[in-house]
């Protein structure tokens, strides 16, 4: 039990189609972070906030787009996704944004995209 | 850019015996971290080694970090099926900030 929870676990849409996934964190934690995990290839970090404020956007296309309306939940919405966005997105989240902090994930959201 | 890469990409061996993991990366770095990933699941931390560190254990875990060769190694001693699993080690490119992942190994256990 990792204390970070992500919902939906497994989601397929299709390209036209907006969804959002969920993250939550019962840490206690700042700092919460996006990352996509594709087949065979290193974890990519996609977004950091601490504090609800943005503090990293790595060069993430604009079809994704992160919402912390507080320390424990963090959104990412979905909409006009392409197949090669499909792949395992996970949630994690630290006491602080530095890298000294241990970061704790989620199980991840599996996503397709038609 | 991909700071971490870890040696082997898979690796198969027998309970009981011991797993050795490379990870080597291209800049100067404060800590390294190593984090296991069962399969379908989130990554669990393992274990972090300051950059003034050489070694370090944890449990069955045994971390060496070499700064002047830009690489660490994990060892898994008395290897258990249950340590089958990913394992990514990933380090702060030296600015104390974000981590950044190498691509990790795949470590099966057989029993």
């Known amino acids: 039990e990792t204390g970070v929870t992500q919902t939906p676990r497994h989601l397929v849409m299709g390209m036209t189609n907006k969804k959002s996934l969920k993250c939550e964190q019962h840490?206690?934690?700042?700092?919460m972070y996006w990352y996509k995990q594709s087949a065979k290839k290193p974890l990519e970090l996609m977004f950091v906030?601490?504090?609800?404020?943005?503090?990293e956007n790595n060069s993430v296309p604009s079809r994704f787009s992160p919402e912390c309306p507080n320390s424990s939940h963090l959104f990412l919405h979905l909409h006009t996704l392409q197949p090669e966005d499909s792949a395992l997105y996970l949630c994690?989240?630290?006491?602080?944004?530095?890298?000294?902090?241990?970061?704790?994930f989620g199980p991840g959201t599996r996503l397709t995209v038609l | 850019s991909q700071q971490g890469e870890e040696d082997p990409q898979a690796l198969s061996i027998q309970e009981g015996e011991n797993a050795t993991m490379n990870c080597s990366y291209k800049t100067s770095i404060n800590n390294l971290q190593w984090y296991r990933q069962n399969s379908g699941r989130g990554l669990v931390h393992l274990i972090l080694i300051r950059s003034n560190e050489r070694e370090k254990h944890s449990g069955r875990l045994r971390v060496t970090l070499d700064t002047s060769k830009k690489s660490s190694s994990l060892l898994i001693t008395a290897s258990r099926a249950a340590d089958t699993a990913s394992y990514f080690c990933a380090t702060d490119e030296g600015n104390g900030n974000k981590l950044v992942f190498g691509a990790g190994t795949i470590l099966r256990v057989k029993s």
């Open positions: 840490l206690g934690h700042n700092a």
């Open positions: 906030y601490n504090f609800k404020e943005q503090t």
């Open positions: 994690a989240s630290s006491q602080g944004d530095s890298s000294w902090n241990e970061q704790f």
